[in-house]
């Protein structure tokens, strides 16, 4: 057994509770290759760890599963959008949230924050934001 670290691998759980770790180069490979038949309805959570310094430059959206975010370090401003509405949702160390499935989401970072992400990844929907996105 070795001591890994989630800044430079994922690790997917899978539903029959299997954890595979992925480097993660060779996960976005996967997961954006329609023909890889690892890349399917039924991957499983991803956990992942991510630090930022500077706010999202994207709006994300996972339609087939929750998303949980909690926070590690620093302070972050979650928006969300529901019911055609900006909810923002301040995340301090300790602290998480729920993201529900179909929840367009993107964050302002307040201080350096670095959270642990638990992901069902399959066909996250990306939109870059833009002069026309308000946040």
Known sequence: MQVKTLKDEYVLADPKGRAQVWKQEDFWKMAFDKDNPANNPK???LMS???FETDWDSWEMHPNGDEVV???SGHIKFIL???GEQRVVELKPGQYIVVPQNT???AKIA???SALFLTWGYGTENRKIDENTSV
């Open 104 to 106: 367009r989401h993107t």
């Open 70 to 72: 909690f926070c590690i």
């Open 43 to 45: 991957m499983g959570y």
């Open 111 to 113: 201080e350096p924050s």
């Open 81 to 83: 959008e529901v019911d």
């Open 49 to 51: 760890q991510f630090s």
